[in-house]
């Protein structure tokens, strides 16, 4: 039986035959759509498995649509569409971003542990200033403590860097009991069995976890329970040595309650690669801290994303066809 496909995202050919060898049973159809744009009428209606960006169907314009894999890590964009609140099946390319952010998230900690944002401030000046030691002696990241929020394929990667690096290592889950990880990964990269952390807290626990660390990462998903789950409380609970990374969601973090927190010196900085609006406004405060690194939510972008994105689909579409479970198949309950 035919299979009819069709993929939203704008893709190189080669990656469009891919696709395309996983099946002679597989049709494809191809239309690059941007954001805001519709599926046609005639492709909604006749699509079992759809490819896409945000391009989604409303579930009596799809009748035969049984499985949408999402060409990015998180729904939370999706939220409130109705498509949601069927059986088709959702798929994301969850693992994808795990390699590049866990890499910008290294790059903040040795950045701030090497006072390199110091030392740029002052080669933009064209002096070095007197009393060199104190302004520049680094931490060393062996024996310092970083805490990861939210322990999917992101927050794996970077328990696996920073242990390379001698630090130790303390982890929130919203399942503690559940600690491999069973969705798609970069071969050689993460911690599928679970066994990196030092200690793992359940969310919960997560100011507990907090009070311990000189770097916090916040990786976790965006769901209504994690809305802010870095507040005025949480930042309070921190070091005042302590240096917070987001490379999650702007939303995860209360951000009139950072720059406070960052202006107050209750936290010594923060590297923030997302916003609660983005772009970030001009009039933002956080541009003209010198205890803050920002980046315009680019720390996921890498060379490898459309291909690491068909790996993912071309295995799943082999799995459709045998009939087999789906990888990074969303929980609709947790909403990742």
């Known amino acids: ?64 649509l049984q499985w949408v894999q999402f060409h990015v890590a998180g729904i939370d964009h999706a939220q409130g569409h109705p498509l949601l609140d069927c059986d088709v099946r959702l798929t994301t390319t969850s693992g994808i971003h795990a390699v590049p952010v866990a890499e910008y998230v290294m790059a903040s900690v040795l950045a701030w542990a090497h006072r390199l944002p110091r030392m740029l401030a002052y080669q ?52 503690a009991r559940n600690v491999r990880e069973e969705g798609y990964r970069v071969e050689g990269t993460g911690d599928p069995a679970g066994d990196l952390p030092d200690r793992l807290y359940p969310a919960a626990a997560t100011r507990s976890m907090l009070a311990e660390c000189d770097y916090v990462v916040v990786c976790a998903p965006l769901t209504a329970e994690s809305h802010h789950l870095i507040d005025k409380g949480a930042l309070g609970a921190m070091k005042p040595t302590a240096y917070l990374i987001n490379v999650g969601r702007g939303k995860l973090v209360d951000q009139g309650a950072l720059v406070k927190a960052l202006q107050n010196g209750e936290i010594a900085g923060a590297s923030l690669d997302v916003f609660e609006v983005e772009p970030l406004p001009a009039d933002s405060e956080l541009w003209k801290m010198d205890n803050v690194l920002l980046s315009p939510h680019v720390a996921g972008f890498t060379p490898s994303y459309d291909q690491r994105g068909v790996d993912i689909f071309t295995e799943n579409l082999r799995r459709y066809l045998e009939g087999a479970p789906l990888m990074n198949l969303v929980n609709r309950e947790v909403g990742y």
Not at 148 to 161: K, M, N, P, T, W
């Open 1 to 64: 039986m035919t299979v009819k496909v069709a993929v939203t995202v704008r893709f190189p050919e080669e990656l469009l035959d891919r696709i395309r060898a996983v099946s002679s049973d597989v049709s494809l159809k191809y239309l690059p759509l941007g954001a805001g744009e519709s599926l046609p009428e005639d492709m909604a209606e006749s699509v079992e498995v759809l490819y896409t960006w945000t391009a989604l169907p409303h579930p009596e314009e799809a009748p035969n």
């Open 124 to 175: 933009g000046r064209g002096i070095w200033p007197s009393g060199r030691w104190g302004k520049f002696v680094p931490q060393e990241l062996r024996g310092a403590t970083i805490g990861i929020l939210g322990y999917g394929s992101i927050g794996r990667e970077v328990a696996r860097l920073a242990r390379a690096f001698g630090m130790h290592v303390l982890v929130t889950k919203r399942d």
